[in-house]
């Protein structure tokens, strides 16, 4: 049974950058087909898929977000990682680390998650 | 991006009572419909992938069903552990977008 595990500051400052890690035990990141994804929820609110990474592939993003993200995965680690720079109050939400199906039936549906992490921007 | 209208945003139902959701998407989406279930400080639950396919270990009392660009979630008869957040979510273009949910509560 995969687990996701995310880890990273809960209050970063505004204008700086939101650095956030998931960690994944119970299965290799690099086997099977599936999308690495991060989602956040502002409180209150519905979610938002901010990016996804494919291992081997190019990640893709929420062009909502514009370029302040980024995704990228260490496979020696079992880990993937999320970035958003230049963050405001608009930003503070529970970020979450998902799994997606990449195969045509379960594409794109998060079968595992992790348990969230509040992220608070705030001077 | 496909816009998601999920309806109704909350309603109040009784244990034993059938429960439909609806989603409706701006474009036809192939199927790549799937449904949630998100309980207070918790992470979503997959329910349902593929528009009407049941995850694994979900109990049968969910179903789901697509008709062009119309979807629903079905729970048959409400138990107690399924008063949540409910969300639907397509998964056929990029950004995969979700629904603003449905809150299911105890009448």
């Known amino acids: 049974q995969v687990q996701l595990q995310e880890s990273g500051p809960g209050l970063v400052k505004p204008s700086q950058t939101l650095s956030l890690t998931c960690t994944v035990s119970g299965g290799s990141i690099s086997s099977g087909n599936y999308y690495w994804s991060w989602l956040r929820q502002p409180a209150g609110k519905g979610l938002e898929c901010i990016g996804r990474i494919y291992p081997g592939g190019s990640p893709k993003y929420n062009p909502s977000l514009g370029s302040r993200v980024s995704v990228s995965v260490d496979t020696s680690k079992n880990q993937f990682s999320l970035k958003l720079t230049s963050v405001t109050a608009a930003d503070t939400a529970v970020y979450y680390c998902?799994?997606?199906?990449?195969?045509?039936?379960?594409?794109?549906?998060?079968?595992?998650w992790g348990q969230g992490t509040m992220v608070t921007v705030s001077s | 991006d496909i816009q998601m209208t999920q309806s109704p945003s909350s309603l109040s139902v009784s244990v034993g009572d059938r429960v439909t959701i609806t989603c409706r998407t701006s474009l036809t989406i192939s199927s790549h419909l799937n449904w949630y279930q998100q309980k207070s400080g918790k992470a979503p639950q997959l329910l349902i992938y593929s528009a009407s396919t049941l995850q694994s270990g979900v109990p049968s009392r969910f179903s789901g069903r697509e008709s062009g660009t119309d979807f629903t979630l079905t729970i048959s008869s409400m138990q107690p552990e399924d008063f949540a957040t409910y969300y639907c979510q397509q998964s056929y273009s990029i950004p995969w977008t979700f629904g603003l949910g449905t809150r299911v509560e105890i009448k």
């Open positions: 998902a799994r997606a199906g990449g195969e045509w039936q379960r594409l794109g549906a998060f079968d595992a």
